[in-house]
Every structure is written in C-alpha cells, then in structure tokens.
C-alpha cells in the first residue's frame, strides 16, 4: 500500500519521496582545480542543498570551471496552501471560445501583438497570432470572434501603444523571446509604464509571453496574465474571452 | 577552405537538365537586379569608399567623419558624382590626405563642393591612386594572415561556427577563448540588435550591446589580437566572422578587411525581409558589399535558413532552394568565387515530422549536389526548440549527424539552450563537444552511405528540386523584387517602394565614379 504523499510538505521527487534531489549545473569563474571542486560544494551547501555531489567538472577556459551537480533539497513547501488560488485554469477548445464570445462579448474582440524592444524573435507572437498558429493550433487570426493585428519584431512599446489606442484594442500581447540578462522585465515594465500614463489601463488587457515569462512575473509587473512555454493559441484566447466577458459583465 | 568531394555522381539521382534549367533562371534573375541597380549608388557604399581612402575616427557629437563627410556632399547635392571625386579633388587642391580632409569638413573649416574643381582625369588619377595604395596594404595583410593560417592550420571541414553575444567586447573575449578551448573554428560576435537600423557604423570599443555588441572596428581589433594571440598561443588558427548586414554593409565589409577578419555573412534579403530595409537599398549595399569581401578572400555566408524560421521547413523548402541559386548568381556578379560562397541552409523540421530526419538528409544533401564547389553554411533547429534543454541537445546531435554525413563547409553549432537566452559560456561548450562526438563517430559516414533509388530521400530532393525550378522560373517572368513583393521568401512581403534606408539611395551622374569598384573589377577580370 503506498503511503499517501504529504502535500504540506513538498520536496523535489527523484528516485523515491523525500529524496529531494536536485540537478544543476554552472560556471565559477576560478581555475580548474581541486580548489574549485571545494568552491562548488560549499556554494550548493549555501544554496540550501543537503549531501551536494560533483559528478562532472571541467575547464571552460583559464579561469573558468564547469560543473554538473546534484543535492538533496532541505526545503519544503506547503502545495495545500497553493492550490484553488486560480492557477487550475480549465482551457477551452476553439469552438467552445468562438460561442462563448458571441455570447459574452458579442462583437469582435480586438487584439494588437507585437515582440518588442530588441527582441528580433517574432515566434512567439507569430505562433498566438497568425492564421497557421503553432502545432496545429489556429493562431487568433483564425477565429472568427478575433481582429488581431501582429506588428512583428523589434517594436518600440510606443509603436505598439500607439496601435492599440488607433484600433481601439480590447487587448495587447507581448512577445519576449530571446533577450539579453534582464531585458525583458524592463521592456515588459516600459509598457505597462506607458500604458497607464496614457490613461489606458483599465480598458485594456495586458497580456505577455515568452519563455523568461511567468504568471507571477507578469503580475508583478502589472499585467493581467503571462504565458511561458507550451501556451497555445487557445490558451491565450480562453483567459481574454473571460476576463473581457468579465469586464463587460461588471459595466452592464 | 576544403570541404569534402560531393562524389562524381548524384547520390539523389538529380536531372542535370532540371538543375540547368534552375541555373539559368537565376542567372536571369540577378541579370534583372543588375539592370536594376544599375545607375545607383548609396550613401553606405559611398561612406565604404571613404573608409577605403582612411577614413576613420568621429566628431564631437559621435558622428562618424564617413558619415560627416558624405552627408556634407550629399546635402550640397554633389553626391551623384561619387565621393571620390570630391575628396579626390580637395587633395588636388589642398594637398591634404582624406583624413585631413574629413577632419576640416568636420571642423567646417572645407565645403568640398565649394573648391576649385581640377580636370576630371586628374581627379581620377589621383584618388585611384590612393585607393589602388590602401587596396595593396590591406592585400599584403590577407596575405600575412594566409600564411599565418596555413602555419597554423585551418581545420578541415565542417568548420565549426559559434555565436557569442555579451554585449560587452571584453567579456565576448572571455567566451571567444571558451569557444576556441573547446574546438570552435569561427567566432562570430553577434551585433546588438539595433544595429542593423543604424545608417552609421559607431566609433571605438564598447561594452553595451542589445542581444549582441555593437560592429565597430575598434571592437574587430580588441578580437582579432585576442583570437590571434590564443592561436599562436595554441598552434590552431581561429577565424573571425561579423555581419555585412542592415545598413551599413559596405562599411563593415571594409572594417573586416582591415582588421582581417576571414568570414562575413552577407545577405541583402535578411535585412529586407526582416528588417524592412528597402529592397534596391539592400541590393546596391549588397552588390558592393559582396564585391570587397571577395576580393579580399573572405568567405560570405548567405541566410536562406533564415526563412525557414518564419515559414514552414516542409512547405518552405523549394524556396529555399531556389533563393540559393539566386544569391549564387548575384554573389558570381560580385565576384565571389564559389570557393567564398557559403550558402544558407538549416535543419529545421518540426520534431513530430516522422521521417523528418531522411528529409532533413535529403535537403542537406541536395544543397551539396547543387554547390559542389561552394561551402555552404548550415544551421542548427531553432523555431521548434521550445525551451527543454534536454531535447534540444538530443535534436542537435541529429542536426550534427547530417552535418558531417553531407559533408557541409560551415556548421553553425546548435546549443541546448536555444530560444530562451542567448547562450551561457558552457551552453556553446557542451554544444561543441556534441559536435565533436558527433564528428568523431561519424567522419566517413557519408562516404558510406547511398540512398535507395526511388525511396523517400531521393523522391524528397527531387520534389524540392522541381519545385524551385517552377519559382524559379516564375520569379524570372516577374523578377526578383516583385517575388519579394509576394512573400515568395519567409512568408514576408516587402514593396519596392517602401522600406528604411531609402532616402540613401542615390541616382549617379554622368561622370560618377567609384575607384574601389574600378579597381576591384579590374582585378577580378585580369
């Protein structure tokens, strides 16, 4: 009879509960050496990892060590705690969306996209956008109950404001796909900045996307939702045909 | 640079008289874009000219004195002629050299359309002259750098192409030497992204980039004097590479000449379609950009894998295909040898696509059969890549396999960490080292190897085949500009008319003259 997981008390699951182990790997910038091997423990050891072990360490170049590790997790967190606070969203399918939205809505629902800042990547945006969409997956272009307009990559957030006021966007997308150390979160910031500057917050929905991206990242810096990795189109579609029927429905 | 024998015969059962055919409408279509350049210059391509007499350095502003000193031409309405007729006549006459010259326009001290004017041959003799004497000692330094090549060795092929991108030129120094210790052959320090955009090339080193670092030539030199220092310090020579790309293209392309830099990628249609750079903007900038590149030996890489990050791999092949074939054409009309023309190609089937590794052969293979003589610059999975690691890694080393079975000249190396940052100094290690395993295990596959007559490889080659021989053939009814008009490329449509850059395009006047390009013609010619 297997015992019933403690969900008050979560650890990284491995090879059996409780194990708590961890993979990680990174650099030091210190010589290959004995010396540095020592260095690496000691950090896991501070990073909160119980029994660290390096089971592969090399010299990237003079000066700098790659290591592969593993280490027991001390810590736990309670998932009781966590649950029911709306991260469970139930998806709907394309049809369902399209009948939702002439129900609730009940007219097109417009939708500006853009990759922003230096960002040259418009995978992102293309694959929630665009009539091929990603996988099999309709991008928003194809749904009837959608307008959408995909500016492309490397769009000032200006640019893309100043298309959302023009179209009258009930909603705006942002993509941020490969950026450099924190960029993305400064471009994310900008717009939200800007938005609210133009007195246009509360009419629209600010959504963003990308693989640096969370839901939590996104709260925090003021949007309404974020999608990370494996988000498809109707994904996206089901959070903006709720929260705009949401909306309608507490003006009405 | 050796790349390995394509075999005598076609391991894919290729008609000749379907590749014939292809060759031809190409050759028709970059007749189409000479024609259409024709009796045009650039701003950029004027600026490459200056830089070419020794023109560097910037004004208080940051201005670049190229930039200073066509601007002041071409607001006099005198740059139809050329600028070297300018400044060749302000030598006349003031006896300055140009970088004097440029130093006194900055300070408003010269108006150069302002001068007496000396007899036009004189001009002519006088500024070729110069020209013909800066062209000598960049050749006597490729040379110096050949020999220092062939001393060292230069890998066989594939060579092994790894991208750094910090920002800052002095920590791309640090990943440049992580690369070369883990094998790399060709270090390319990606631009910050912006840069592209930018009708100027920035002055000295710097050490704040967007995506990338900034492409300035004090940049090049803090690289070049690392990487050569770390091959003599290791008996193996490491190639540098930058991008002939966006606005500036001609400028680069003689910042890399001078500061010996061996490989370029060159490719007018990446900064139109994805840059929205005009059309006949990019193609003029390209066509004498590509021109000083091969004169000096660089290898030029083109971007055809580029489209394939925008439109379907499977659907999108013939297209690629075909683009190979033209910029083929419009790299010979240059002047590039085949030897220097490393057209684009990637590996980028979706993962699920059963067989998608036979097609992906099949397209490696075909571009060989296409190009014996050229390199070829293949890429690495992106678009698919989805931020798992592990399972990029495991496509990689696919990625790796076709590489060395098909025998490509330049392998841009894939990382694990692909689409989500650019790479951590051991994401490109534990990429090369899979190359190298990959390599290694593998080196004399494709020796070994014949496809099954009629079987999916050769049917999958012969069907791209035939479908870019149909565009082909239908871009050269219409041309090449009007197929880009129709998203033929990257599912991108861009107009002729529209476009960044399109205020530097400038129409010659009788008279106009351009010695690099004299020079560099007659030299391809001789």
Request: hydrophobic share 40%.
């Amino acid at each position: 009879m297997p015992r019933e997981i403690d969900l008050t008390a979560v650890k990284p699951y491995a090879d059996h509960r409780g194990d708590g182990l961890v993979q990680l790997s990174f650099t030091l910038p210190v010589p290959y050496s004995l010396a540095a091997r020592k260095a690496a423990l000691e950090l896991a050891g501070k990073m909160g990892f119980d029994e660290p072990e390096v089971v592969h360490y090399e010299q990237l170049t003079e000066g700098y060590t790659y290591f592969v590790m593993y280490g027991a997790c001390a810590h736990t967190v309670d998932f009781t705690a966590l649950e029911g606070e709306g991260f469970n969203i139930e998806y709907m399918t394309e049809d369902e969306i399209e009948s939702f939205a002439a129900e609730h809505v009940g007219r097109k629902i417009v939708v500006v996209g853009a990759s922003t800042g230096s960002d040259t990547h418009s995978v992102g945006i293309d694959a929630m956008l665009n009539l091929k969409g990603y996988h099999g997956h309709h991008g928003l272009e194809g749904y009837r109950s959608f307008e959408t307009y995909n500016l492309g990559s490397q769009v000032p957030n200006s640019v893309l404001l100043a298309k959302a006021i023009e179209v009258d966007a009930d909603a705006i997308l942002v993509s941020q796909t490969v950026t450099q150390q924190n960029l993305h979160v400064q471009n994310l910031t900008e717009l939200v900045e800007m938005v609210e500057a133009e007195g246009r917050r509360r009419e629209m929905i600010l959504a963003c996307g990308g693989p640096r991206v969370s839901g939590e990242l996104a709260k925090e810096l003021g949007y309404d939702a974020g999608f990370s990795k494996g988000t498809y189109p109707h994904h996206l579609a089901t959070f903006i045909v709720r929260e705009l029927a949401a909306r309608v429905a507490s003006t009405t | 640079m050796s790349t390995s024998t394509p075999g005598a015969h076609s391991k894919l059962d290729l008609d000749p008289g379907v590749i014939a055919a292809c060759r031809q409408a190409a050759k028709q279509i970059a007749d189409q874009v000479s024609e259409r350049i024709a009796g045009h210059t650039t701003v950029s391509v004027e600026r490459g000219v200056t830089r070419l007499l020794g023109v560097d350095g910037a004004d208080a502003l940051e201005a670049p004195l190229p930039n200073v000193l066509v601007d002041h031409v071409h607001d006099r309405g005198g740059l139809g002629r050329g600028i070297a007729y300018w400044v060749g006549n302000a030598m006349i006459q003031t006896g300055r050299t140009p970088q004097q010259i440029a130093e006194a326009v900055s300070a408003g001290e010269l108006d150069l359309c302002g001068l007496e004017l000396a007899a036009e041959e004189a001009i002519r003799e006088r500024v070729t002259e110069e020209c013909g004497t800066r062209l000598r000692e960049i050749s006597g330094r490729f040379e110096e750098r050949r020999a220092m090549r062939e001393r060292l060795g230069d890998a066989p092929a594939p060579l092994r192409y790894v991208l750094t991108a910090t920002g800052d030129v002095y920590e791309d120094v640090v990943h440049a030497k992580a690369v070369a210790e883990a094998g790399g052959d060709i270090v390319a320090v990606i631009r910050s992204t912006a840069q592209s955009l930018l009708d100027y090339v920035p002055y000295g080193p710097t050490t704040e980039g967007y995506g990338g670092t900034f492409a300035t030539q004090a940049n090049f030199r803090i690289m070049r004097e690392a990487m050569d220092e770390w091959s003599e310090q290791h008996g193996r020579y490491v190639r540098l590479s930058s991008f002939c790309s966006g606005l500036c293209m001609s400028e680069i392309a003689v910042m890399g000449a001078w500061e010996g830099f061996d490989n370029m990628v060159n490719d007018a249609l990446y900064g139109i379609l994805y840059r929205d750079i005009n059309i006949v903007r990019g193609l003029i900038d390209q066509r004498i950009s590509r021109m000083i590149n091969g004169y000096f030996g660089v290898v030029i890489n083109t971007g055809e894998d580029n489209y394939l990050r925008t439109a379907d791999a499977l659907e999108a092949a013939p297209s690629v295909t075909a683009s190979q074939f033209i910029n083929h054409q419009l790299a010979r009309a240059s002047g590039v040898p085949d030897a220097q023309i490393a057209l684009g190609d990637a590996f980028e089937i979706d993962i699920p696509v059963t067989n998608g590794l036979l097609y992906e052969w099949a397209q490696a293979q075909l571009t060989r059969e296409l190009f014996p003589d050229c390199p070829v610059k293949y890429m690495p999975p992106t678009r698919h890549m989805d931020g798992n690691l592990f399972r990029t890694h495991a496509a990689d080393t696919l990625f790796n396999l076709v590489t060395i079975a098909t025998g490509q000249g330049v392998q841009t190396i894939g990382v694990p960490t692909e689409g989500i940052f650019t790479p951590h100094i051991h994401d490109r290690v534990l990429g090369l080292q899979n190359v190298d395993y990959v390599f290694n295990a593998a080196r004399d596959l494709g020796e070994e190897v014949e496809f099954k007559p009629g079987g999916i490889i050769q049917t999958h080659a012969q069907r791209v085949l035939a479908g870019a021989q149909e565009l082909l053939e239908r871009i050269a009814q219409t041309g090449l500009l009007q197929a880009i008009e129709g998203a033929t490329f990257g599912d991108v449509s861009r107009r002729v008319d529209d476009g960044r850059g399109i205020e530097g395009i400038v129409t010659t006047e009788d008279g106009y003259f351009n010695p690099v390009v004299e020079l560099m013609h007659e030299a391809s010619y001789a």
